[in-house]
């Protein structure tokens, strides 16, 4: 699924300051290709690292590969910021809802509103079906903070993982319908 518009069919918004300070970053979403597993298997090691050390689960092997062993180009978006990649996330369907996973910003990005403008237009989606939304996210991590922002509420937890859950409501629409390079329409969730 790609925003519309632009030559390459996105539609740059607008939402994170940019490199230069107040200057805003343009993004875009953009279908992920079976090709894109790799940066972003590279990405997950890099931003997850600190957190799987805390924890002492950094595998640098493993951590790659749980990426490469569940990656579906059909459910995942590519994150484009300033004309390059800048990150993913996955939603996929589940029967009661969707799940969102493997959402990841390049380091530089992170903290800059980026992450909460691409959650909203993901979530308003998915409200948009009525549907519930769960997540996982490592104990202690900063993410858990975006997320409880959007309103995420902790459903389950151990000492690594915190389950957490969304219940859909109204979002005001601010995004046009996704559209692909093609032309042709594809929801968030496949």
Do not use: C, K
């Not at 924890?55 to 092997?61: A, M």
């Not at 957490?164 to 968030?188: E, I, K, N, Q």
């Amino acid at each position: 699924m790609e925003t519309s518009a632009g030559a390459d069919g996105t539609r740059p918004r607008q939402a994170a300051p940019g490199n230069e300070p107040g200057r805003p970053v343009e993004w875009a979403l953009r279908a992920a290709e079976p090709a894109d597993v790799e940066a972003i298997a590279e990405l997950r090691a890099t931003v997850m690292r600190p957190d799987l050390e805390r924890l002492g689960r950094f595998d640098e092997h493993r951590v790659r590969q749980r990426l490469r062993d569940s990656f579906s180009a059909l459910h995942t978006l590519v994150i484009v910021a300033g004309g390059a990649f800048a990150g993913s996330v996955t939603v996929r369907p589940t029967e009661d809802g969707r799940w969102l996973e493997h959402f990841y910003l390049v380091p530089g990005l992170q903290g800059r509103g980026l992450g909460s403008a691409v959650l909203r237009v993901l979530l308003e989606r998915i409200d948009a079906d009525g549907v519930l939304v769960r997540l996982i996210v490592l104990q202690g991590s900063a993410a858990r903070r975006l997320y409880e922002r959007h309103g995420f509420t902790v459903e389950a937890q151990d000492p690594i993982d915190v389950h957490m859950v969304r219940r859909p409501r109204p979002y005001p629409r601010t995004t046009s319908a996704p559209v692909t390079a093609s032309g042709s329409r594809r929801p968030v969730s496949g």
